[in-house]
T-cell receptor, first 114, second 112 residues
Framework: GAVVSQHPSWVICKSGTSVKIECRSLDFQATTMFWYRQFPKQSLMLMATSNEGSKATYEQGVEKDKFLINHASLTLSTLTVTSAHPEDSSFYIC??????????FGSGTRLTVV | QKEVEQNSGPLSVPEGAIASLNCTYSDRGSQSFFWYRQYSGKSPELIMFIYSNGDKEDGRFTAQLNKASQYVSLLIRDSQPSDSATYLCAGEGGTSYGKLTFGQGTILTVHP
């Protein structure tokens, strides 16, 4: 089946710094990748849809200048949380869409901003 | 009104019983529905998807879709303690074309 690798699995950073999260589709090409955020005891909230070679489409209320998304190849999308603050602490999950397997999720990244 | 709604639970069933998880959706344009299982601290795992009215069975799991009532359900037969997790319902299509819209999830506990 389709495999999506996400790194790092957890990261702690200081307030004001930036953090980059990578999402790779290992055995298929993903023209579309999705980035979600999940706060404790809440469901997944879609942040943005990332298409290879074009600008990401952000959901309402998500700051595009704060959450930078790059989808430079068919197998890699990155999310950079810029000038992170404690309220950005969350579980970030990527997902890649494949014609055969539908939506496959990465293992998630636990971000803690101190 | 949320696009996809689930009973947040928690739902508690004894081992061996049938667990019934329910989901309703507001967008009649939604075409496909997905059930995911999420263990604490982990990312969601796909259980099954359904896009046709009626039932779809896969092992101990049966998904049911009723488009007229805008209702989706997941039945888990012979529930096991390892089934204890949060179950997420997601819809695709309509205003969510090409992406998933998740419900808030239902916490299921299967007790021995």
């Amino acid at each position: 089946g389709a495999v999506v690798s996400q790194h790092p699995s957890w990261v702690i950073c200081k307030s004001g710094t930036s953090v980059k999260i990578e999402c790779r589709s290992l055995d298929f090409q993903a023209t579309t990748m999705f980035w979600y955020r999940q706060f404790p005891k809440q469901s997944l909230m879609l942040m943005a849809t990332s298409n290879e070679g074009s600008k990401a489409t952000y959901e309402q209320g998500v700051e595009k200048d704060k959450f930078l998304i790059n989808h430079a190849s068919l197998t890699l999308s990155t999310l950079t949380v810029t000038s992170a603050h404690p309220e950005d602490s969350s579980f970030y999950i990527c997902s890649a869409q494949d014609i055969n397997y539908g939506y496959t999720f990465g293992s998630g990244t636990r971000l803690t901003v101190v | 009104q949320k696009e996809v709604e689930q009973n947040s639970g928690p739902l508690s069933v004894p081992e061996g019983a049938i667990a019934s998880l329910n989901c309703t959706y507001s967008d009649r344009g939604s075409q496909s529905f997905f059930w995911y299982r999420q263990y604490s601290g982990k990312s969601p795992e796909l259980i099954m998807f359904i896009y046709s009215n009626g039932d779809k069975e896969d092992g101990r799991f049966t998904a049911q879709l009723n488009k007229a009532s805008q209702y989706v359900s997941l039945l888990i037969r012979d529930s096991q303690p390892s089934d204890s997790a949060t179950y997420l319902c997601a819809g695709e299509g309509g205003t969510s074309y090409g992406k998933l819209t998740f419900g808030q999830g239902t916490i299921l506990t299967v007790h021995p």
